[in-house]
């Protein structure tokens, strides 16, 4: 991607090398990480897959222990959330700009997870013991104090309620804090393209009253609505990855006006989806299930949309800097 030039005009089509990044991550995604490895993964901890996905340098993209910056993370994100990619990819691109060195090698290799939340239920708590808290004010690490109870989750993930103490605070720098909202706005564009895609798809072969249910205007313009709103929320994301890139003091904005349009998209997508898929579209061995409860479960992760809006107003009420 070309460098911001001037507001005025950006290129925000993938240069070579993260087109190159793009392709690898999807080619991985197509042969280990089918829909029926992303079911079998709920409820579970991450296991090999995410092991063999840091082997690949991609969980470092975009951090200070690895290679690229936030246009790369903003590339392998959106192949990630194609795939409806499990374990805790966003959070892993936060905890690798706020955790030391050391830590953050571990990390990036696969070796130790990291558990990213709001307590008092924090997901895959059970299978790390680096528990770190998103606050409005930065990011805590956390100590677990006594026995964690296993959580059922929406999306599927493994959580577990307990008791947690502040240890310290590792970052409230808010050009780190805005590397999440990058990461879970490209992850979430991408994976509701890939519903609407299958919605999509679906409405061009089923058949009803003689015709295609696409032909239906009922069915064929809340996904085509769906897939307007979602191209805009990619476009938000890689806008905010160039900011970043630049270290524009209007980023952290820009990614939390990005991570808000992703969200209301995705959810968005997901109902339009549904409602092509009639009554399969909703059962837990469907063709979309895996995917939109995934997406329902990021979208609504902490932290809230609250302190977003209020950076994105930020950067209208004083346009000059936020």
């Known amino acids: 991607m070309a460098s911001a030039a001037s507001e005025a005009s950006i290129d925000l089509t993938w240069d070579d090398t993260q087109q190159a990044l793009a392709d690898a991550v999807e080619a991985f995604c197509r042969e280990r990480c089918t829909p029926d490895v992303v079911r079998a993964a709920a409820n579970e901890g991450p296991g090999?897959?995410?092991?063999?996905?840091?082997?690949?340098?991609v969980?470092?993209?975009g951090a200070?222990?690895?290679?690229?910056?936030?246009l790369e993370l903003a590339s392998a994100m959106e192949g990630l959330g194609h795939a409806v990619f499990p374990g805790p990819v966003v959070e892993t691109a936060l905890a690798l700009q706020v955790l030391p060195e050391a830590e953050a090698h571990e990390i990036a290799s696969g070796r130790r997870l990291v558990s990213l939340g709001r307590p008092p239920v924090l997901p895959f708590a059970s299978h790390t013991d680096l528990h770190l808290e998103l606050a409005p004010d930065g990011v805590y690490r956390l100590r677990a104090e006594g026995e964690l109870e296993p959580v059922a989750t929406l999306g599927g993930e493994p959580a577990a309620r307990g008791r947690f103490e502040?240890?310290?605070?590792?970052?409230?720098?808010t050009h780190a804090l805005a590397h999440h909202d990058l990461a879970r706005a490209s992850y979430l564009a991408a994976a509701g393209r890939r519903v609407i895609a299958e919605a999509a798809d679906h409405a061009r072969t089923r058949r009803q009253f003689?015709?295609?249910?696409?032909?239906?205007?009922?069915?064929?313009?809340?996904?085509?609505?769906?897939?307007?709103?979602?191209?805009?929320?990619?476009?938000?994301?890689r806008s905010a990855a160039a900011a970043l890139a630049e270290s524009s003091a209007h980023a952290p904005a820009l990614a939390s006006a990005a991570r808000l349009s992703a969200c209301r998209a995705a959810v968005d997508a997901t109902h339009a989806a549904h409602q092509a898929f009639g009554a399969i579209g909703v059962t837990v061995d469907g063709p979309l299930w895996f995917a939109t409860r995934r997406i329902r479960q990021l979208a609504s992760?902490?932290?809230?949309?609250?302190?977003?809006?209020?950076r994105v107003l930020d950067l209208f009420?004083?346009?000059?800097?936020?």
């Open 48 to 57: 090999t897959l995410f092991t063999e996905l840091a082997a690949l340098g």
């Open 59 to 61: 969980l470092a993209t």
């Open 64 to 70: 200070p222990v690895g290679e690229g910056g936030p």
């Open 166 to 173: 502040r240890v310290a605070l590792l970052s409230n720098d």
């Open 210 to 237: 003689g015709r295609p249910i696409g032909a239906f205007q009922a069915v064929a313009h809340p996904l085509a609505e769906g897939h307007i709103a979602l191209l805009a929320a990619q476009t938000l994301a």
């Open 301 to 310: 992760a902490v932290p809230t949309a609250g302190a977003a809006r209020e």
């Open 317 to 322: 009420l004083h346009p000059g800097g936020v």
